[in-house]
């Protein structure tokens, strides 16, 4: 497949189909808000999400009713407390019911691992002495083929879509992404499409050294999102807006609140663009 | 010493419990202040690492979430994640794994999953995110937690990581590799395992504590060590920089981000 330069809603609209399973990945770093902004705008629906963290974004997705299961392995708002919404669902099945495949971050590591290898599972070494396995038939035991030990597996993950946030792309659509990185070489390479929004276009990448790059022909398109991250945060762009995060709790915690919240500054801005804007808005008014 | 709160006493009661030569797996939240209330007095050469993948890693305020730049910009590496809990947790590179919970039963077995059952909870937590592993594999396990008889219970609701499982070896015959929970650090004092049945017992109390506000606070039947000990307050030293480094931590956190439109 070869990589093509589209608009974030043009990719959204192309790739992401009701009922796929779809990764937004990036760990805590290079959250791809927009693109899941530019999702819940197209009222995409019955979306399978997978996610480490879930974090705000999820909250989002779901408090919006675009989801029908999550994939995941530790579901708050770091550092400030829950998801409101990611509760809502689970404990009260508004605006409905979620299906939940929980796992712990060593197993989703190990199954996107897996996908990215084309192997049918992940293996390792954990989930000892847990209740994880009673309660997702997805983690098993089996017996190493050597000395006999008895080792968790865990199915491959290979979501339809991975959509990732990086910091540059060049014209080719290689895609270049500095510091924390997560699991997110894993899951871009173990998905059937991978879409990636970046903070900016250059002809040439830096040199590559330590930083991980994702060469042109296993990504689907590229879309330049200035932004793409926020709240969420872009290494040597702009940093992690903790008090936006904090924020999120009093927003997210009563469902009207909530909804006029994602009317005024989702499905009420066209695109990540005006979504900024109107935060900036708010934040100065 | 002027006076402090239970969560800056405990705070500086944990930190004490680390080595200078200790590599620790952090967890976000108290562990994560007391980890680096240790790196900036007695243990400047700790290495720290937090699972979003930074290792050895020296912030200078307390990151909100586990993956701030802050973590990124100032440590010695950064590597993906998997290979933090492949090549580093899972291979046994790790002293002590610094953890949190919502409930901890008296064999450390931790809960940070649900409150009632699983399908219908009536409060779903976050999950167990790197825990579980944490919890098997670091060759020991100190937990922070303040303790009400909520939060310390009788039975647990869900075991999201293992403590000593049902004692008397058992974790240990599941083939857990690490040593498991050592301490227990909470707002009275400290925790830590009965060398046989591996039950938590109290060995510690706060200077000025008596062993009854202990036992009111835990939900099943304390017991107490056979020599019980006292954690002296904070030191000055200690206290000025806990407080200085939640100062800088607070105005970091609500200093506004502009994004370039």
């Not at chain 1, 994939?71 to 979620?98: M, Q």
Request: glycine fraction near 10%; charge should be negative.
């Amino acid at each position: 497949m070869s990589c093509q330069h589209l608009q974030l809603a043009e990719a959204i609209e192309r790739f992401v189909h009701d009922g796929a399973s779809v990764a937004l990945e990036g760990f805590t770093h290079l959250i791809p808000f927009a693109a899941g902004h530019e999702i819940i705008r197209q009222r995409k629906r019955d979306l399978h999400l997978i996610r480490m963290t879930p974090d705000l974004v999820y909250d989002q997705l779901i408090g919006m009713g675009c989801a029908r299961s999550l994939t995941f392995s530790w579901g708050g708002n770091p550092g400030v407390g829950s998801l409101h919404r990611l509760r809502d669902a689970v404990e009260h099945g508004w605006p409905h019911a979620l299906e939940l495949n929980e796992h712990s971050h060593a197993g989703m590591a190990a199954a996107f691992t897996a996908g990215a290898s084309r192997l049918p599972f992940g293996v390792l070494r954990g989930y000892i002495g847990t209740d994880l396995p009673a309660h997702n038939p997805n983690i098993r035991r089996i017996a190493c083929p050597f000395t006999g030990e008895s080792l968790a597996a865990v199915p491959a993950l290979n979501p339809d879509v991975t959509i990732l946030h990086a910091q540059r792309a060049d014209r080719a659509g290689n895609v270049a992404i500095d510091g924390i990185v997560g699991a997110a070489r894993e899951a871009a390479l173990a998905a059937k499409t991978l879409i990636v929004t970046v903070e900016e276009v250059v002809d040439a990448l830096p040199p590559a050294m330590n930083g991980i790059v994702l060469p042109h022909w296993t990504v689907a398109a590229v879309v330049h999102c200035r932004g793409g991250a926020y709240p969420s945060y872009a290494q040597g762009h702009y940093a992690r807006d903790n008090a936006f995060y904090q924020r999120w709790d009093t927003i997210a915690r009563d469902r009207q609140r909530f909804l006029d919240w994602m009317d005024h500054h989702v499905l009420g801005t066209r695109d990540h663009r005006a979504f900024l804007a109107s935060l900036q808005t708010e934040a100065t008014a | 010493m002027s006076a402090c709160t239970r969560d800056e006493w405990m705070t500086v009661a944990a930190a004490r419990l680390l080595a200078n030569d200790s590599v620790c797996f952090v967890g976000i939240g108290l562990p994560s202040a007391a980890c680096n209330l240790a790196r900036l007095t007695h243990a400047p050469e700790i290495v720290l690492i937090y699972e979003s993948g930074t290792i050895g890693t020296r912030p200078d305020v307390l990151p909100l979430s586990i993956g701030d730049g802050e973590l990124a910009e100032t440590a010695a590496c950064v590597v993906p994640l998997p290979e933090i809990f492949s090549f580093y947790l899972q291979a046994g590179r790790v002293d002590v794994g610094f953890l949190g919970a919502a409930q901890i039963d008296r064999f450390g077995n931790l809960n940070s999953t649900v409150i009632g059952p699983y399908e219908l909870p009536s409060t779903r937590l976050p999950g167990a995110g790197g825990a579980p592993e944490i919890a098997l594999h670091a060759r020991q396990v100190f937990v922070m937690a303040r303790a009400t008889p909520r939060s310390f219970v009788e039975q647990l609701d869900f075991r999201s990581s293992a403590g000593y499982l049902d004692g008397h070896g058992a974790r240990a015959r599941a083939g857990a590799p690490g040593g498991g929970p050592r301490a227990v650090i909470t707002d009275f004092g400290m925790l830590a395992p009965h060398p046989g049945s591996e039950e938590l017992q109290l060995v510690a109390l706060f200077d000025g504590i008596g062993v009854e506000e202990a036992r009111a606070a835990v939900g099943w039947p304390l017991k107490v060590a056979d020599r019980l000990d006292t954690i002296a307050p904070p030191s000055t030293h200690e206290l000025d920089t806990l407080r200085a480094l939640n100062a800088r931590t607070r105005e970091a956190h609500a200093r506004p981000v502009h994004i370039p439109l």
